[in-house]
């Protein structure tokens, strides 16, 4: 591991302690609030409306009732711009991006549920897809309760964009199913 990411290590690992089953019972002005979740998942991108053959990796923290969300999401493998994305269709190389953002519940229908999101992310690098390394991010969720002491099923479409500070303004698209615990 990078000494850089240490810090980071350890702020994930301090909220994610707080938020333990018993923590939250036994501090009510723990971070958690009056809940928190913890979503793990797998999803893909695409961009132009191309898949870009790239696998993400997420891992989210909810907050406040999933009101609140951290997102950590590694992007393992390149990417590849469509054909005619030219003059080069390499997109990316693998990256960590961040993200802060705040949730809004929109509908909810028995164990059904839909999320709306706005905030911002933060890249590790900068590439084809984005010329800033801070971006905006939006998220569209829905979820599906499976009945089982907290577990969720989620499956979330994601927008990451700098908004044209920096032309080119690309952006970047996630697709990505997660469970909750």
């Known amino acids: 591991m990078r000494p850089r990411s240490t810090p980071l290590l350890l702020v994930c690992l301090s909220v994610l302690e707080a938020c333990a089953p018993g923590a939250a019972r036994a501090e009510p002005a723990a971070a958690c609030g009056r809940g928190c979740g913890l979503l793990v998942g797998v999803g893909t991108i695409f961009y132009d409306f191309s898949w870009t ?103 979330s479409i994601r927008h990451w964009s700098d908004a044209w500070i920096r032309p080119p303004n690309r952006g970047q698209d996630l697709v990505t199913l997660s469970v909750g615990f």
């Open 53 to 155: 053959h790239g696998l993400v990796l997420p891992v989210t923290l909810e907050l406040d009732q999933s009101r609140w969300e951290l997102g950590v999401f590694r992007f393992a493998n390149s990417q590849r711009a469509p054909a005619r994305a030219l003059p080069t269709t390499h997109a990316a190389n693998p990256y960590w991006g961040f993200t802060a953002m705040r949730r809004w519940q929109v509908l909810h229908r028995g164990r059904a549920r839909l999320y709306l999101g706005f905030g911002a992310n933060y890249r590790s690098e900068l590439d084809y897809l984005e010329a800033t390394r801070w971006n905006f991010a939006y998220v569209i969720a829905g979820r599906y309760d499976l009945r089982r002491q907290g577990h969720v099923l989620e499956l």
